[in-house]
């Protein structure tokens, strides 16, 4: 039975985001200012975009999947191999994933258990991948896995090094597709293939499940630079789905967006180092750049606004 978006939007709403239904989708703000759609496995013809409905008064950018001809190339991570087992892997991962098993005890948990023991494996992702520590970390992760815990569609499993936790995930199944949100582990236990281990165990356990289709790891990411993780994602047996993807600014914001205003604003923002805001605010004026125009009043890329 398809589990309803109704169910992922109360949560966003449980960690204090604005949700808000347009077009058929849900939009709700990622960032400060920016709204995206989901689910993540579904993408809105560019030309239906009504940008009033998703942006209000708080939003001045809007991103969300498309066909490929009204964006910019992209595509969506999925694994949709019903059968998935080793022979979807790379030959260098199966070692991995083998070694892995090997160490590694996978299991599905409560967010009772991630509350408890699963704050640490976050600090160290964002540690390795050179990302800021919040200083409310612990107060954020707590708050998020009470929501996630009384979100219908949402499940946890974690893998684990001798009765310790070594990495974990978190999934939402929206509609029949498992959107695949969290991957942490700790850097104590990386030569245990813990992510390997888990992701592996997690798809062929459910991807037989007569009430999944998919499970989707997402869209390419705004940022450049993050070619490694995509790596690890197709060694595992995702594919990269081609997608659109697309950047519409509100009204107000378009008269300033031009050849000469947003190639300036991405060297003025080179100054502020190449933090994670800073990296999808490039990300966000790169690919407004690249995109093609469309006919649609609620489009204005730069071909236009110049």
């Known amino acids: 039975m398809a589990v309803s978006l109704d169910h992922y939007a109360e949560f966003l709403m449980r960690l204090g985001h604005t949700v808000r239904k347009s077009g058929g989708l849900y939009w709700f703000n990622s960032q400060p200012g920016i709204f995206s759609s989901f689910p993540y496995h579904r993408g809105i013809n560019a030309e239906d975009v009504v940008l009033p409905e998703i942006l209000g008064h708080d939003g001045f950018v809007a991103r969300f999947g498309c066909p490929a001809e009204q964006g910019v190339p992209s595509f969506r991570i999925s694994c949709v191999q019903k059968d998935y087992d080793f022979p979807f892997l790379r030959s260098r991962t199966r070692t991995q994933v083998r070694r892995g098993l090997e160490l590694c005890t996978v299991e599905q948990v409560d967010f009772q258990t991630l509350r408890k023991h699963a704050v640490p494996l976050n600090r160290d992702t964002l540690i390795r991948q050179g990302r800021r520590v919040p200083h409310d970390l612990e107060k954020y992760w707590h708050r998020y896995y009470d929501a996630a815990a009384q979100t219908v569609g949402a499940e946890a499993w974690a893998a684990f090094v001798d009765g310790e936790m070594a990495a974990y995930s978190v999934g939402f199944l929206m509609e029949d597709v498992v959107s695949l949100q969290i991957l942490r582990s700790s850097t104590k ?18 991807m037989p499940s007569p009430e999944i289709s998919s499970v989707c790891y997402g869209y390419e990411s705004i940022q450049s630079g993050l070619g490694s993780l995509d790596q690890f994602k197709t060694g595992m047996g995702f594919e990269k789905l081609p997608a659109g993807q697309r950047i519409e600014l509100a009204t107000w914001v378009r008269p300033f967006a031009n ?10 923002l080179n100054k502020f180092g190449n933090g994670e805001t800073v990296a999808k605010l490039k990300g966000i004026i790169d690919w407004y750049q690249q995109q093609p125009s469309l006919s649609g009043a609620g489009s204005s890329p730069i071909s236009k606004a110049a």
């Not at 236990?189 to 459910?206: G, I, M, S, T």
């Not at 050849?259 to 003025?268: F, M, Q, S, V």
């Open 189 to 206: 236990h990386l030569d245990a293939f813990p992510n390997n281990a888990l992701v592996f165990r997690y798809l062929q356990e459910r």
């Open 259 to 268: 050849r000469l205003t947003l190639p300036l604003a991405g060297r003025l």
